[in-house]
């Protein structure tokens, strides 16, 4: 098993430009979630979802969309991005509201 | 938000010795859990303990939770420099299908 895996690991955007973060667990799990990480911050819920289909907005959602079209698969969009959206972005996954699994995190910087 | 707060934000202790961590949350919950995260890593589950359990065992990890007091201590035994790291608390909202992560406690362990 791979667990979660995400990719990219490292991205370089300029201000305005558009990407997605792809997120895949391979452990038929119906929870994925959204998180960044900042300097001297726990991690901050963007977006969620609780099955395929189905997303849902966290804490920090402004500037984000998210997709869930496949149950091991959900993404991450940032339709224009911006200095302030430089981070550490993590995805995890939870059989129910319990144990949440991480993947190795995506580092974003945007100039 | 009912976002938990650890203390120590910041913790040095020598090889051998106990680390206490202690974290406070806002509103009633369901489950706590810890986690840690090694540096440039994703988080890694180490406990989870429910509303109704007081206290809780895994290897050198006790895990204590007062519901009363909205808190709950982690206590690492006999410490390694392997455990070098940052440790977060995360509590579930009570009907919610998300955690909220606290800021951490970085805990460096010297040999």
């Known amino acids: 098993n791979a667990g979660v895996t995400q990719t990219p690991k490292f991205r370089v955007l300029k201000t305005g430009q558009s990407m997605t973060l792809l997120c895949a667990q391979d452990?038929?799990?119906?929870?994925m979630y959204w998180y960044r990480q900042d300097p001297g911050m726990g991690l901050r819920l963007i977006h969620y979802?609780?099955?395929?289909?189905?997303?849902a907005k966290g804490e920090v959602p402004d500037g984000y969309n998210v997709s869930r079209l496949k149950k091991q698969n959900f993404l991450l969009g940032l339709e224009s991005a911006a200095p302030s959206q430089t981070s550490v972005y993590f995805c995890?996954?939870?059989?129910?509201?319990?144990?949440?699994?991480f993947g190795p995190g995506t580092r974003l910087t945007v100039l | 938000s009912q976002q938990g707060e650890e203390d120590p934000q910041a913790l040095s202790i020598q090889e051998g010795e106990n680390a206490t961590m202690n974290c406070s949350y806002k509103?009633?919950?369901?489950?706590l859990q810890w986690y840690r995260q090694n540096s440039g890593r994703g988080l890694v589950h180490l406990i989870l303990?429910?509303?109704?359990?007081r206290e809780k065992h895994s290897g050198r990890l006790r895990v204590t939770l007062d519901t009363s007091k909205k808190s709950s201590s982690l206590l690492i035994t006999a410490s390694r420099a392997a455990d070098t790291a940052s440790y977060f608390c995360?509590?579930?909202?009570?009907?919610?299908?998300?955690?909220?992560f606290g800021t951490g406690t970085r805990l460096q362990v010297f040999p």
């Open positions: 509103t009633s919950i369901n489950n």
């Open positions: 979802s609780v099955g395929e289909g189905t997303t």
């Open positions: 995890a996954s939870s059989k129910v509201t319990d144990t949440q699994y």
């Open positions: 995360a509590t579930d909202g009570y009907n919610t299908d998300k955690l909220i």
């Open positions: 452990m038929n799990h119906e929870y």
């Open positions: 303990i429910r509303s109704n359990e």
